[in-house]
């Protein structure tokens, strides 16, 4: 393990450093390739793990598990993650979930809305983002509530861009300078949540769902009844 070490020091050295890069090729070849094996043997782990922390939940799912699904050996994980935690550390905080991309607030709201919709079902279709949301959403037990704490960060952040979306809107004149954006985003709050639950668990309508809900949600921001607005005594005390 030592000899690794002292080889990926080499690397480094050998990347950032172009004076002892010359001296390593002459004295020890290494090539760039041994470093991105190993950062594809890494990823081959993490693939693995996602995919089974989705289909069985953390508690559940053993590094053996890992290891046969990522063909290699268990002492092939523990060269590259510490303990089970430290390999799910990885899998919720090296990839960026759908709802956690930027969102334009300079956009119109119909194209701001529009791309609300393709991160929500970005999030439930593409098979990375998916595990990723299967995970947050269905297994959000581990000893140190890491999981949970990712779920209402991207949640967090997702509702922040919807804020911006909605003050942008009302600032154009879009959208009724009396809509009370706080009592809109806590029913967005509800519906994101909802959605990604529901469309995870119907496989093939998620796009259906998704595009009449986020509709219907827009048609009531442009239409606000009467408890959604800012004169209303009720939404006022919110």
């Not at 080499?10 to 450093?17: D, G, R, S």
């Not at 899998?91 to 930027?102: D, I, R």
Request: charge should be neutral; charged fraction near 20%.
């Amino acid at each position: 393990r030592l000899d690794a070490h002292l080889l990926q020091v080499q690397l480094h050295l050998a990347t950032n450093t172009p004076h002892f890069r010359h001296i390593c090729i002459a004295q020890h070849p290494i090539t760039l390739e041994t470093a991105a094996e190993t950062a594809k043997t890494r990823q081959r782990i993490l693939d693995a793990a996602a995919e089974i922390f989705a289909t069985q939940g953390f508690p559940d799912t053993t590094l053996d598990q890992i290891a046969r699904r990522a063909g290699m050996t268990r002492g092939a994980v523990y060269w590259h993650f510490k303990d089970k935690q430290d390999l799910l550390h990885s899998v919720l905080t090296e990839q960026a979930h759908p709802l956690e991309l930027e969102i334009s607030t300079d956009a119109c709201l119909e194209t701001a809305w529009t791309r609300v919709q393709a991160a929500l079902i970005n999030a439930v279709s593409r098979q990375q983002s998916k595990q990723l949301s299967e995970i947050l959403i269905y297994h959000g037990l581990d000893d140190t509530g890491e999981i949970q704490l990712r779920l209402v960060k991207a949640r967090a952040q997702f509702i922040r861009h919807l804020c911006s979306v909605l003050e942008n809107a009302i600032a154009r004149g879009e959208l009724s300078d009396k809509l009370n954006v706080r009592t809109v985003t806590d029913i967005l709050k509800g519906s994101v949540t909802g959605l990604l639950y529901e469309c995870l668990k119907c496989p093939g309508q998620d796009t259906y769902i998704i595009h009449s809900t986020l509709q219907s949600l827009l048609y009531l921001l442009k239409n606000p009844p009467p408890h959604l607005l800012q004169s209303n005594p009720l939404a006022e005390q919110t």
